[in-house]
T-cell receptor
Framework: QQQVKQSPQSLIVQKGGISIINCAYENTAFDYFPWYQQFPGKGPALLIAIRPDVSEKKEGRFTISFNKSAKQFSLHIMDSQPGDSATYFC????????????FGEGTQLTVNP | DVKVTQSSRYLVKRTGEKVFLECVQD?????MFWYRQDPGLGLRLIYFSYDVKMKEKGDIPEGYSVSREKKERFSLILESASTNQTSMYLCASSLLRGRETQYFGPGTRLLVL
C-alpha cells in the first residue's frame, strides 16, 4: 500500500520552463513533507521541506505548495536548468514514527537545453 | 559534512549465497536505515535502527536481516539471496529520533544471478 503517491513518473521540460511534480498522501497524521533530489550514481539528498502549518515554502528556484485539505503537495522548479535533471522523491513523516520517512515512487526529470 | 559510505558500489552474487552489505556513517548519528530502490516503486524501507543493538522492521523486511553492533555501522544481510532481491540498496542515517533529515550513501547495486 503506497501511502504517498507521486506523479508523473517522468517529466521532460525545456530549459527555462517550470517543472511541477505532485504528491498525494492518505494519512492525516503526517506532519513533515520533504523532497529529496537524486543525481545519477548518488544517494538522495534533502532539497526542501515543509510542515503543514504553512501553505508554501520557497528556496531559490524551488517551491513547495501544500494543500492540507486536499492532502496534496507539489514541488515547483522555476526557470528549470539542465543541471536540475535528476530523480525527485517526495516523502512524508508521522510525528510518532520518529525519523522514519515514507517515500513516493519518484519522478525522473529531464531538462533539455 | 556528513559522510555515509557503503562497502561496495556493485556486487554480483549467486542465488542462495549469503550477502552482507555494510554501511558506515562518520557523524555519530543515532538512526540508521536500509532502503531498496526499484524503478517505479521509489524507496522502500527494509529495516531501521535507533540505537546500537536495536532494530525495527520497515515495510519490506522479508528475506533480510540487519546487525548494528557499533553506533557507526549498520549491516544488511541477505541470508539466502534470490533473484528478486536484485536492486539498488541505499543506506541512510539521521542525527536523532525526530530529527528528520536523512543522509544517504551512494548505494550498492546488487545483481543476484
Amino acid at each position: 500500500q503506497q501511502q504517498v503517491k507521486q506523479s508523473p513518473q517522468s517529466l521532460i521540460v525545456q530549459k527555462g520552463g517550470i517543472s511541477i511534480i505532485n504528491c498525494a498522501y492518505e494519512n492525516t497524521a503526517f506532519d513533515y513533507f520533504p523532497w529529496y533530489q537524486q543525481f545519477p550514481g548518488k544517494g538522495p539528498a534533502l532539497l526542501i521541506a515543509i510542515r503543514p502549518d504553512v501553505s508554501e515554502k520557497k528556496e531559490g528556484r524551488f517551491t513547495i505548495s501544500f494543500n492540507k485539505s486536499a492532502k496534496q503537495f507539489s514541488l515547483h522548479i522555476m526557470d528549470s536548468q539542465p543541471g536540475d535533471s535528476a530523480t525527485y522523491f517526495c516523502a512524508a513523516r508521522k510525528e510518532t514514527s520518529g525519523s522514519r520517512l515514507t517515500f513516493g515512487e519518484g519522478t525522473q526529470l529531464t531538462v533539455n537545453p | 559534512d556528513v559522510k555515509v559510505t557503503q562497502s561496495s558500489r556493485y556486487l554480483v552474487k549467486r542465488t542462495g549465497e549469503k550477502v552482507f552489505l555494510e554501511c558506515v556513517q562518520d557523524m555519530d548519528h543515532e538512526n540508521m536505515f536500509w532502503y531498496r530502490q526499484d524503478p517505479g516503486l521509489g524507496l522502500r524501507l527494509i529495516y531501521f535502527s535507533y540505537d546500537v543493538k536495536m532494530k525495527e522492521k520497515g515495510d519490506i523486511p522479508e528475506g533480510y536481516s540487519v546487525s548494528r553492533e557499533k553506533k557507526e555501522r549498520f549491516s544488511l544481510i541477505l541470508e539466502s539471496a534470490s533473484t528478486n532481491q536484485t536492486s539498488m540498496y541505499l543506506c541512510a542515517s539521521s542525527l536523532l529520533r525526530g530529527r528528520e533529515t536523512q543522509y544517504f550513501g551512494p548505494g550498492t547495486r546488487l545483481l543476484v544471478l
